[in-house]
C-alpha cells in the first residue's frame, strides 16, 4: 500500500490560507501514485481553539464543510482516499460539536466517518465525546481500519491506568491490519528546536507512540500491522507540536519504520508498505 501523510503548521482559523498551503505541498505528488493520504487533526482549522466562541466560526458541517469539499477535490485530482481531521457541528437540533475526521474516495463517496471519543482538554472546552467508541470498519481500497484522533490513544482522561491501553487492544480485538490515527501531538521540546533541528524527529513523541501500541507488539502476530501517524508542527501561541509524522509496521513483536519526518519539517511522507521498512525502533 502507497501511504502519503501531509504534515505542516497550519495557521489557527486561516482555513483559505491553509487549504492555498497544503495544495502547494502536494503538488509534486502525482495522480494515481497513491492509495491513501491522509492529514492531521483539524488540519485546515487549526487545533489550539481556547473556547466554543473562538473555534465557532470554523466549525464545520458534518461531512460538508470545507474540509471534506477539499478531501473529496483532492481525491478525485490524485485519485485515491483521503482522511482528513476537522471540527464538527452536526446539521439539526440540538446541535452537537465533535473532533471529528472523514475518509472520502475518489469518486466522492464518504466512505468513513469517526468522532473523536477520547477528549484532551482543549477539546473538551468546545466538543463532546463521540459516542460509538473507535472506529473499525471496512473502507473500500483499504481494506479492514481502525481509526482514533490523538488523544485516543493515551488513557481515558489521563485518569485510567496507563496500563489500559483502550485503543489498542480495541485495535487488536479488531484484527485490522490497518490503524489511522490523524493528529495534533504536542511537544515538551523548545520552539528554537523546530528551527534548530527541523528534519529530526522527536524521538521521545515518537517511543510514547509506539508504547500506546504495546499490546500489539506483545501479541507477536505473524501478520503485519500498519500504524499511520499523521502529526502536524509548529507553534498555535505558546502551545509546540512535534511533528515525527510516521508509518510503522508491527510484526512478531518488531516495530519497522517505513518512513518518519522531522518535528518541524513541512512536506509530505510517502510509504511503499510493499517494500522493505527503512529500519526497526524496537524487538520485542
Not at 473529496?72 to 452537537?96: D, F, M, Q, W
Not at 479488531?174 to 489511522?180: G, N, Q, V
Not at 520552539?191 to 507477536?220: C, E, F, H, K, N
Amino acid at each position: 500500500m502507497r501511504i502519503a501523510l501531509l504534515q505542516f503548521a497550519p495557521y489557527l482559523g486561516k482555513v483559505s490560507q491553509n487549504i492555498e498551503r497544503v495544495d502547494a505541498i502536494l503538488r509534486r505528488v502525482a495522480p494515481r501514485d497513491l492509495d491513501l493520504l491522509i492529514l492531521p487533526e483539524m488540519a485546515l482549522t487549526g487545533y489550539n481553539f481556547p473556547s466554543l466562541p473562538s473555534i465557532t466560526p470554523f466549525l464545520e458541517p458534518t461531512t460538508s464543510g470545507p474540509s471534506t469539499r477539499w478531501a473529496l477535490s483532492t481525491a478525485r485530482r490524485l485519485h485515491c482516499n483521503v482522511t482528513i481531521g476537522y471540527p464538527e457541528t452536526t446539521l439539526t437540533p440540538p446541535l452537537k460539536r465533535y473532533n471529528s475526521a472523514v475518509t472520502v474516495s475518489p469518486s466522492g463517496v464518504i466512505l468513513a466517518h469517526y468522532r473523536k471519543h477520547f477528549l484532551y482538554y482543549t477539546d473538551e472546552s468546545w466538543a463532546e465525546e463521540g459516542k460509538e467508541r473507535f472506529f473499525e470498519g471496512t473502507i473500500e481500497g483499504l481494506g479492514k481500519v481502525v481509526m482514533g484522533i490523538c488523544m485516543d490513544i493515551n488513557p481515558y482522561r489521563f485518569t485510567a491506568p496507563l496500563s489500559a491501553y483502550e485503543f489498542a487492544t480495541h485495535a487488536l480485538t479488531s484484527t485490522s491490519p490497518l490503524i489511522l490515527l490523524p493528529m495534533s501531538w504536542t511537544t515538551y521540546l523548545p520552539p528554537s528546536s523546530l528551527v534548530s533541528s527541523p528534519l529530526q524527529p522527536d524521538l521521545d513523541t515518537l517511543s510514547y507512540w509506539v508504547s500506546r501500541m504495546q499490546p500489539l507488539i506483545d501479541a507477536g502476530g505473524e501478520d503485519e500491522i500498519i500504524v499511520v501517524a499523521a502529526n502536524r508542527t509548529g507553534q498555535e501561541g505558546e502551545i509546540c507540536y512535534a511533528g515525527s509524522s510516521a508509518v510503522l509496521g508491527i510484526k512478531q513483536g518488531e516495530v519497522r519504520v517505513y518512513g518518519v519526518l522531522g518535528r518541524g519539517e513541512e512536506g509530505v511522507l510517502i510509504a511503499n508498505t510493499n517494500e522493505a521498512p527503512r529500519f526497526a525502533l524496537k524487538e520485542g
